[in-house]
């Protein structure tokens, strides 16, 4: 049974930093993709970062040089360190493997991590 369980959101400041944590369970986590959804009110979910087998990493524009994905297959547990936050980076952030480059793989979520960035 997939499970996917993330981690380290909260309420921060322009400008600041926060890093989330997502551990899967029930897959084979080394043989797949991952990638950093989120949702912001009204709005439909979003890939932001994903990370391939081999490390290769991508961003959506608006995170672009700001977010870094990054994996441990150790730990089976995908990261996403968020700096220079802004107002519009708020919303529920989610993890999930990926297919297809961009469609999530599995249809279980996690309960999210909510990221709000406000003065």
């Known amino acids: 049974q997939v499970q996917l369980v993330e981690s380290g959101g909260g309420l921060v400041q322009p400008g600041g930093s926060l890093r989330l944590s997502c551990a899967a369970y029930g897959i084979i986590f080394s043989i797949n993709a991952m990638g950093w959804y989120r949702q912001a009110p009204g709005k439909q979910r979003e890939l932001v970062a994903s990370?391939?087998?081999?490390?290769?990493?991508n961003y959506v524009d608006s995170v672009e040089g700001r977010f870094t994905i990054s994996r441990d297959n150790a730990k089976n547990t995908v990261y996403l360190q968020m700096n220079s936050l802004k107002p519009e980076d708020t919303a529920v952030y989610y993890c999930?493997?990926?297919?297809?480059?961009?469609?999530?793989?599995?249809?279980?979520w996690g309960q999210g991590t909510q990221v709000t960035v406000s003065s």
């Open positions: 990370i391939s087998i081999g490390g290769s990493t």
């Open positions: 999930n493997a990926i297919k297809a480059g961009y469609y999530p793989k599995y249809d279980t």
